[in-house]
Nanobody, 125 residues
Framework: VQLQASGGGLVQPGGSLRLSCAAS????????VGWFRQAPGKEREWVSC????????WYVDPVKGRFTISRDNAKGTVYLRVNSLKPEDTAVYYC???????????????????WGKGTLVTVSS
């Protein structure tokens, strides 16, 4: 049972990337999925979260309007489109999942059930 994030890389300020999160050993159906990041020397923070149906999303203020989370339940994948990247977005990005008992709760604010290995996003000119 694991999650795997991918899609990171080196990008110039103002650039874009699409991160993907896929599960193996279980299906993401019925799970709220979130993206978190940890910058060098800083604590991990949650960035965005999407409910089990994909019709409700949450974002932290610094990324609102620049990041978009989405999911394709048929493919069992959750995406994070990151636009207008800034150097301060540089971090290892992780995806995580929490069993969802309703579609209204932002489970990303508490502990998550499963974590994946991260993917590094570096924003630099």
């Amino acid at each position: 049972v694991q999650l795997q994030a991918s899609g990171g890389g080196l990008v110039q300020p103002g650039g874009s990337l699409r991160l993907s999160c896929a599960a193996s050993g279980f299906t993401l159906d019925g799970y709220t999925v979130g993206w978190f990041r940890q910058a060098p020397g800083k604590e991990r923070e949650w960035v965005s979260c999407i409910n089990l149906f994909g019709d409700t999303t949450w974002y932290v203020d610094p990324v609102k309007g620049r990041f978009t989370i989405s999911r394709d339940n048929a493919k069992g994948t959750v995406y994070l489109r990151v636009n207008s990247l800034k150097p301060e977005d540089t971090a290892v990005y992780y995806c995580a999942a929490h069993r969802a008992y309703n579609s209204r709760t932002n489970y990303c604010l508490g502990g998550m059930n499963y974590w994946g290995k991260g993917t590094l996003v570096t924003v630099s000119s």
